[in-house]
């Protein structure tokens, strides 16, 4: 692993992967500002133009499709409001210029985001995309009647001063893409852009470590409107003026499939999926190829993408993670830390303990699904300070009084974080301090070890505290991508992100789900540690009961949704009835019999 890799200070460390990043394309775009006008004749700037103004609508698909993996087919919409804004500002000679009026052009598609937004708030898939090609299309309806502001009297948009002539505007254009490239990386660097890849992901996994999902995807249509609008006031301002069908939805509906075949989330990609976009009909024109027939082929292509599954993950991306998965195995051949650990010292009756102050309080909870009662007024104490295990055999409704307690599910009771009752969606209860785990893993691939960690906890921990959170638990270092790592490497991190975010109460679904019987009583161990070096509180449902052993100093046993047994592990594992409802048989279930149930 390259933590035994010469020692190199973090820091140091992330500027050099800062600067490799930066390095490629800042070179390409000086060599393309100085190369192009100087050495290009006037045709070739001109279609290069046509390719360069036509990459801000990747951009945008990036940032919708391309990150949040949302559906999208009304991208040109967003351009054709920029391009329309930019032509009133020219016959009002708004004051400011070109620059000034692109700006409001991108400001005022960010309604029409908004607005597209909302629906998909709760509108997926098909569903979603039906509903913005229907915005297209009545976008197309309002615009398919007006002209071009100016274009009665054949006046032309006016150019930045300075870039007037065409490789001048060849100039300003790439460097406007450049800008909005700069803007993404930096974004992509933000909480928001890592919640973005993790909204794609999961969720409810976002959701779980405190993002809000709508005010998340809200931002991404604002974000992608933005640039749309930006874009189109780009292509306006080569032409000079343009009419309703340069940006109807057929060719958001074009430029959609090949975000899709392509794929748009990197600046390479998108700069490619640009140029296609906006090249294509010259190039099919040049070889006498209808260019309806090279739509049909990107659209056929775009369904045989998103039939594979890969949830509008382009080829470039793919290319992208086979690269990392091979530089991952040449980084990953050290073995795992020992797994060192010391059983824990049970504490007796813990679980219902009244003097110890609580970090959770469940009171008189009940779920119900239809006639089923999932979970069946249950209450139960975690001390403050304490490692309780969650046990039952499968269907006990464990998962259920965890989605309960957390906000996903509704219920009837009440729950009390630290002694104070918590109410509200999933993400305010997560900021509040109270955190969990999925059964189901939902860990996002795209993201890093150490992204995955910052987002999880909800801040970015100093590089010292974050390579400590990932070698206490045995995680592959921080810059190594999620896609790389195997199931057991990606549980720990799953805990080890959780606990950084040092919530005051924890409740792992199975953390241990999928590892091997090294790593389960490495984590085991780890587990056990979690308040004493964080202060957080933890809830383990596990089936592993050597895990349990080693990690909790209280057990509560629940089956068909009720308490039956609750104390310290070696009593309650004792208990006749637990022995019946765990095993279904009188054999008393011991350290070496794992897992049960599954
Ligand atoms: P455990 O995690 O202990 O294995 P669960 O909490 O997943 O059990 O399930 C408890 C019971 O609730 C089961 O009978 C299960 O079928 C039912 N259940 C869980 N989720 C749902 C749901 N969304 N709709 C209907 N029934 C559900
Ligand atoms: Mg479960």
Same mark, same amino acid.
């Given at each position: 692993?390259?933590?035994?890799?010469?020692?190199?200070?973090?820091?140091?460390?992330?500027?050099?992967?800062?600067?490799?990043?930066?390095?490629?394309?800042?070179?390409?775009?000086?060599?393309?500002?100085?190369?192009?006008?100087?050495?290009?004749?006037?045709?070739?700037?001109?279609?290069?133009?046509?390719?360069?103004?036509? $990459?801000? $609508?990747?951009?945008?698909?990036?940032?919708?499709?391309?990150?949040?993996?949302?559906?999208?087919?009304?991208?040109?919409?967003?351009?054709?409001?920029?391009?329309?804004?930019?032509?009133?500002?020219?016959?009002?000679?708004?004051?400011?210029?070109?620059?000034?009026?692109?700006?409001?052009?991108?400001?005022?598609?960010?309604?029409? +985001?908004?607005?597209?937004?909302?629906?998909?708030?709760?509108?997926?898939?098909?569903?979603?995309? $039906?509903?913005?090609?229907?915005?297209?299309?009545?976008?197309?309806?309002?615009? +398919?009647?007006?002209?071009?502001?100016?274009?009665?009297?054949?006046?032309?948009?006016?150019?930045?001063?300075?870039?007037?002539?065409?490789?001048?505007?060849?100039?300003?254009?790439?460097?406007?893409?450049?800008?909005?490239?700069?803007?993404?990386?930096?974004?992509?660097?933000?909480?928001? +852009?890592?919640?973005?890849?993790?909204?794609?992901?999961?969720?409810?996994?976002?959701?779980?470590?405190?993002?809000n999902v709508a005010r998340g995807k809200l931002a991404a249509f604002a974000v992608s409107a933005f640039i749309g609008g930006v874009g189109g006031a780009l292509l306006v301002g080569q032409a000079g003026s343009t009419t309703p069908t340069a940006f109807s939805s057929q060719i958001s509906l074009t430029y959609f499939a090949i975000a899709v075949v392509i794929g748009v989330r990197h600046w390479d990609a998108a700069v490619?999926?640009?140029?296609?976009?906006?090249?294509?009909?010259?190039?099919?024109?040049?070889?006498?190829?209808?260019?309806?027939?090279?739509?049909?082929?990107?659209?056929?292509?775009?369904?045989?993408?998103?039939?594979? +599954?890969?949830?509008?993950?382009?080829?470039?991306?793919? $290319?992208?993670?086979?690269?990392?998965?091979?530089?991952?195995?040449?980084?990953?051949?050290?073995?795992?830390?020992?797994?060192?650990?010391?059983?824990r010292t049970p504490r007796p009756d813990a679980a219902g303990d009244h003097d110890r102050p609580t970090a959770l309080e469940i009171r008189d909870l009940t779920v119900r699904f239809g006639t089923v009662t999932a979970v069946d007024d249950v209450s139960f104490a975690v001390p403050k300070g304490s490692v309780v295990g969650l046990i039952g055999p499968n269907g006990a409704g464990k998962s259920t009084l965890i989605n309960a307690a957390t906000g996903f599910t509704p219920c009837t009771g009440s729950v009390f974080l630290d002694g104070k009752p918590i109410t509200g969606p999933p993400h305010r209860r997560a900021r509040a301090g109270l955190r969990r785990s999925f059964q189901q893993l939902r860990v996002p691939p795209t993201l890093t070890a150490g992204r995955f960690v910052s987002t999880a906890a909800g801040r970015t921990p100093h590089a010292d505290e974050l390579a400590e959170y990932l070698d206490w638990f045995g995680c592959p270092p921080a810059h190594l991508p999620i896609g790389t790592m195997d199931v057991g490497s990606r549980r720990m991190l799953e805990v080890a992100g959780l606990v950084a975010g040092r919530p005051s109460m924890l409740l792992l679904d199975e953390p241990a789900a999928g590892q091997g019987a090294r790593e389960r009583r490495l984590l085991g161990g780890r587990i056990a540690q979690i308040p004493e070096r964080t202060g957080t509180s933890v809830l383990l449902v596990e089936h592993d009961l050597e895990l349990v052993r080693l990690a909790c100093e209280s057990l509560i046993v629940i089956d068909f949704g009720r308490v039956i047994a609750h104390g310290d592990p070696e009593s309650v594992l004792a208990d006749p009835e637990v022995v019946r409802a765990y095993l279904g048989s009188a054999e008393a279930p011991s350290p070496g019999r794992t897992p049960v149930g599954n």
């Open positions: 692993m390259a933590r035994d890799e010469p020692a190199e200070p973090e820091p140091a460390l992330a500027w050099r992967r800062v600067a490799r990043a930066v390095a490629l394309p800042a070179a390409v775009t000086v060599v393309v500002l100085l190369v192009v006008p100087a050495t290009l004749g006037h045709y070739w700037i001109f279609l290069l133009t046509s390719g360069v103004v036509a $990459i801000p $609508i990747m951009q945008s698909l990036g940032v919708i499709t391309g990150r949040v993996g949302v559906i999208s087919l009304c991208q040109m919409s967003f351009a054709m409001i920029g391009a329309w804004v930019v032509g009133w500002c020219n016959v009002a000679e708004v004051p400011g210029g070109f620059a000034a009026w692109m700006v409001l052009a991108g400001l005022a598609a960010v309604p029409a +985001g908004l607005l597209i937004g909302l629906p998909a708030l709760r509108l997926r898939g098909v569903n979603l995309a $039906i509903a913005t090609f229907t915005f297209a299309t009545a976008v197309d309806v309002v615009f +398919g009647p007006l002209q071009y502001p100016g274009a009665e009297n054949f006046s032309f948009v006016t150019r930045p001063a300075g870039f007037t002539s065409d490789g001048g505007y060849f100039r300003f254009a790439v460097i406007v893409v450049a800008l909005l490239f700069v803007a993404l990386a930096l974004l992509d660097r933000s909480r928001l +852009g890592a919640s973005w890849l993790e909204l794609r992901y999961s969720e409810r996994g976002a959701a779980a470590h405190g993002t490619i999926a640009g140029l296609t976009g906006a090249l294509m009909p010259v190039l099919m024109d040049a070889v006498h190829v209808p260019q309806a027939y090279v739509k049909v082929l990107f659209g056929v292509l775009a369904v045989l993408v998103i039939a594979e +599954g890969r949830g509008q993950l382009g080829q470039s991306e793919i $290319i992208r993670a086979r690269r990392q998965a091979k530089l991952a195995r040449q980084h990953t051949t050290a073995a795992r830390p020992p797994a060192t650990v010391t059983p």
